[in-house]
């Protein structure tokens, strides 16, 4: 029955995401509001959703490991496995405003964790913590994104309003707000349902509580972020494909994370900050492959979801 209830968790997590973008997003696009945009806030944050739920569920219930590698899991599997996989498909074009600020965000997000989580070798504690302190920094970083990301959309009405209106009839308000919020619904309870499953059948295996987030949990609630990179890059919707990736990983650090901590502080595994330097090194190597040309080729998304392939075989074995 655990098993049952964990496929039917995946299940509505993944559906409630897409019915959460559909709706949320032809409500922004009826707002005028650039696709990169788009993908920045409201793609990023309804495909973040799930984690945002099963992170916050289980710092609650005291499994400070699947919130935690949840969020470091999925940020991997972000960069490297969809990015890469969407690059694949169809080369990822990316803008001089997306490299010279929000990859570098992006960055930013995590080496503020590394930080705030090197408790020992900083001020020689017992342990590693997120703290609820560190959770308010966090959240606080958060804010300042929503600052920029406002900016950003003030000057895009700006610009648009001198552009001739494309839309065809009105938009359906009443159904895209109907999917929004049952979308949403469909994100809570799936997460509760996979945070709670996936952590008994994994325990039972000997798996960690980290190993389950980084492995299971966090490719779960990745999958709505790889479903909608991938359509956007089949749909050569370049800036979507890519700005839900990178609003993604600020939204699940700064948000997720703070938000977890603020509300139930939690002890860190020494593990994980292995995982968190390679979160660094990749969104690095992420920066760099978009500098070349302004794009993502499919060679280098090739690498990319090797590179994530090598990383589960190598957190299979420390386990």
Avoid at 5 to 21: N, P, R, S
Avoid at 46 to 64: C, F, K, M, N, R
Avoid at 199 to 224: D, H, K, R, W, Y
Avoid at 288 to 299: C, E, I, L, P
Wanted: neutral net charge; without cysteine; charged residues 15%.
């Amino acid at each position: 029955m655990t098993y049952v209830l964990l496929i039917i968790g995946f299940v509505l997590l993944i559906k409630g995401a897409d019915y959460f973008v559909e709706g949320s997003s032809k409500i922004a696009a009826a707002l005028k509001i650039s696709p990169l945009l788009i993908g920045l806030t409201i793609v990023a944050m309804g495909t973040s959703a799930p984690e945002a739920t099963v992170s916050i569920v289980a710092a609650l219930d005291g499994s400070a490991g699947v919130a935690v590698g949840n969020v470091v899991g999925s940020n991997i599997f972000n960069i490297t496995f969809v990015v890469g996989l969407a690059a694949v498909i169809f080369p990822l074009t990316v803008g001089s405003e997306t490299i010279r600020k929000e990859i570098p965000f992006t960055l930013l997000a995590s080496v503020a964790l590394l930080i705030l989580i090197s408790d020992i070798s900083l001020q020689q504690m017992d342990g590693n913590y997120l703290t609820r302190s560190d959770g308010f920094i966090l959240l606080l970083f958060f804010a300042i994104f929503l600052y920029y990301i406002f900016e950003v959309a003030r000057k895009d009405r700006k610009n648009t309003q001198n552009t001739k209106n494309t839309t065809n009839g009105k938009p359906k308000w009443g159904k895209n707000t109907l999917l929004t919020v049952g979308g949403l619904a469909a994100i809570i309870f799936g997460g509760e349902l996979v945070v709670n499953n996936a952590t008994e059948i994994a325990i039972s295996f000997g798996m960690s509580e980290t190993l389950v987030g980084l492995t299971i949990v966090a490719i779960g609630t990745s999958l709505p972020e790889l479903i909608t990179s991938v359509t956007a890059a089949i749909k050569k919707e370049n800036e979507i494909a890519l700005g839900n990736i990178i609003g993604s990983n600020i939204f699940n650090i700064f948000f997720v994370l703070g938000l977890a901590s603020s509300i139930s502080p939690f002890a860190i595994e020494g593990t994980i900050v292995i995982d968190i330097l390679l979160l660094i090194v990749i969104t690095l190597v992420l920066l760099v492959f978009s500098r070349t040309n302004y794009k993502v080729g499919k060679m280098e998304g090739g690498l990319l979801a090797v590179i994530y392939i090598v990383y589960m075989v190598y957190i299979i074995i420390r386990n």
